[in-house]
């Protein structure tokens, strides 16, 4: 083939493909020229997932009626008029490029008014051209209503999941932007169901209770170095507060809703020592710099910034977070305590034998080929945490918790399959407060969640009601094991979803570290951990055991 220029509607529908990946795309883009424009209330309403139909509202300065056909054109732009300007933006939005490419993947409709214009103007564009425009009367403002979209994409329709995971795509968003800007009045109705409603008051706090429930609000920790150069304030979860992802984890540069390694980095460091491996803070970071400070150019859908002085971002923000936790920590609090920082000298001791297991080329050859594990007998406990066993080639050190979550596991996915979960009810129901995006996620998958022995109905706004959980499961674990499982995503597939909710309940079930076990007690727990399918790793794949050879024994004390 000979090298050729593409075609204009071509080159449109592929750069369109960069910045809409998804309808929470169409809804980001809309939603930031909604707040560029300086509305204090946004609504909006979608409808099959954001594909069918999306409509954003908002009561900002509008659009001129002679130039409300340029919002379509590629690169055309009121932000900013200069590379220089683009230095110093405070927009969000700066490269004229959303509209037009909206428009180019779905039917698009705008209708708008700004303050000094009698009427509105309407425009509805088809394949990226308009089909029809007139006056017609609206309050000051913009609204702009998207349907159809990828019908011209078959490629990209194919890749969107189902309709409950962009729900979720797209209320995370909405719930980012609120909280973002708490002074904004956002509303968000999904097939007609209002999911989010912030009161656009201005206080964080308030839009925290919206998003993640007053419980949560009310435990997190406000953070706050403001004043100079640089801020840094918002939210952070108290220790004994903690996720199972780093989903809750907002960063906002310059109120720009952004992904950043750097600052999750820099906030998980802070808790170093306070949350357990595997489990993550919440956090709400609002970053303010000079805009000259932070290039907001380095990824077509405006989700990454690079700062020009990462260095001292990252320690600013570990020292703020680390700052609060320790500030916090001073007042004593009731049930909640750091388990999992043994004071420095034992931690050595303990990483000891690792060491010599990972040098020692006898045992780990013929333990990886011989995944079933040999006879034990149980020694004793130590530190009530682990199990020393001895076995016919040396010592073994077993993760009590390790090992009891693989053996429920195992017991779990077979009893779920096979519908024996046995289930206990409970006498007083717990309840338990969603955030809206756990609700959509938990909605999609009630069935499936009946089958693991929860039943869970909704009971007013956010709240819902826990009526029946595994046996296995302590009533006290059950709530914080719930909002777990609804935090994983629609997305996932069934058998994934499946595993990851085993996973959740098995961990939570599990003895603990800590917890002083009867010899009886240890000895039937290693009789269950030989009949697993893989007793050597926890089923997040951490090892259960640890396993001194006589062999190493005897070269540490010189006997070789
Ligand atoms: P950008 O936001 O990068 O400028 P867009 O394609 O998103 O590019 O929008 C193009 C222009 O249309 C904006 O610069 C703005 O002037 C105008 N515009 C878009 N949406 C709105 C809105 N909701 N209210 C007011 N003006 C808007
Ligand atoms: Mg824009």
Not at 283 to 301: G, M, R
Not at 499 to 509: G, M, N
Request: glycine share 6%; with cysteine; charged share 20%.
């Amino acid at each position: 083939m000979s090298i050729r220029i593409l075609a204009p509607e071509v080159i449109s529908k592929i750069a369109a493909g960069e910045v809409v990946e998804r309808p929470a795309s169409v809804v980001k883009e809309l939603v930031e020229n909604s707040l560029d424009a300086g509305a204090s209330q946004v609504s909006i309403e979608v409808r099959g997932g954001g594909v069918s139909f999306i409509r954003v509202t908002d009561n900002g300065a509008g659009i001129p009626s002679q130039e409300i056909e340029l919002c379509f054109h590629r690169y055309a732009t009121s932000k900013i008029t200069s590379l220089a300007d683009l230095e110093k933006s405070t927009s969000l939005g700066f490269r004229g490029e959303a509209l037009p490419s909206i428009a180019a993947v779905a039917e698009a409709s705008i209708l708008s008014r700004s303050k000094d214009e009698m009427a509105g103007t309407y425009l509805s564009l088809r394949d990226g051209g308009v089909v029809e425009r007139g006056a017609r009367g609206c309050p000051q403002g913009t609204t702009v209503v998207v349907r159809s979209l990828f019908r011209n994409l078959p490629a990209r329709l194919k890749f969107l999941k189902s309709l409950a995971t962009e729900n979720s795509h797209i209320i995370e968003l909405v719930s980012q932007y609120s909280l973002a800007f708490p002074e904004v009045r956002f509303s968000l109705s999904v097939d007609g169901r209002p999911i989010l409603n912030t009161p656009g008051n201005g206080r964080a706090r308030d839009v925290l209770v919206e998003v993640y429930g007053l419980e949560i609000a009310q435990t997190m920790l406000e953070i706050g170095k403001r004043g100079g150069e640089l801020s840094i304030y918002g939210y952070i979860s108290p220790p004994s507060v903690s996720r199972a992802s780093r989903s809750y984890l907002s960063f906002f540069v310059n109120r720009r809703w952004v992904q950043s390694r750097l600052l999750s980095r820099a906030v998980e460091k802070a808790y170093e020592g306070l949350l357990m491996t595997g489990r993550y803070p919440m956090a709400v970071v609002n970053i303010s710099v000079p805009p000259q400070d932070v290039d907001i150019n380095v990824h077509p859908a405006k989700r990454e910034v690079r700062f020009r002085q990462e260095h001292s971002i990252f320690s600013a923000t570990y020292e703020v977070v680390h700052g609060t936790l320790v500030e916090q920590a001073r007042v004593p609090e009731v049930g909640s305590k750091p388990i999992f920082a043994p004071p420095p000298g034992q931690e050595k001791a303990w990483q000891m034998p690792i060491q010599h297991e990972a040098t020692s080329p006898p045992s780990s050859t013929s333990e990886t080929a011989h995944p079933s594990l040999p006879i034990l007998r149980v020694v004793g406990q130590l530190a009530s945490t682990y199990i020393l066993a001895e076995g016919p080639d040396g010592l073994y050190l077993i993760d009590q918790h390790a090992a009891h979550e693989r053996v429920l596991f195992d017991k779990i996915l077979a009893q779920q399959a096979q519908r024996t979960i046995e289930v206990q009810g409970l006498l007083e129901p717990l309840t338990i407060e969603l955030s809206p995006r756990q609700r959509e996620n938990l909605s999609s998958r009630a069935p499936e969640l009946a089958h693991f022995g929860i039943e869970i109905e909704p009971f007013g706004d956010r709240t819902y009601i826990i009526r029946t959980i595994p046996a296995m499961l302590g009533v006290d674990k059950a709530a914080e094991a719930v909002r777990e499982i609804s935090d994983s995503q629609g997305e996932d597939t069934t058998t994934k979803w499946v595993e990851r909710t085993a996973l959740t309940l098995a961990c939570h079930s599990a003895i603990r570290a800590g917890q002083t076990l009867e010899q009886e007690e240890t000895k039937e727990l290693i009789r269950q951990l030989e009949q697993t399918t893989s007793p050597r790793t926890c089923p997040h794949g951490r090892p259960t055991m640890i396993h001194l050879s006589s062999w190493q024994l005897q070269k540490e004390f010189g006997r070789t």
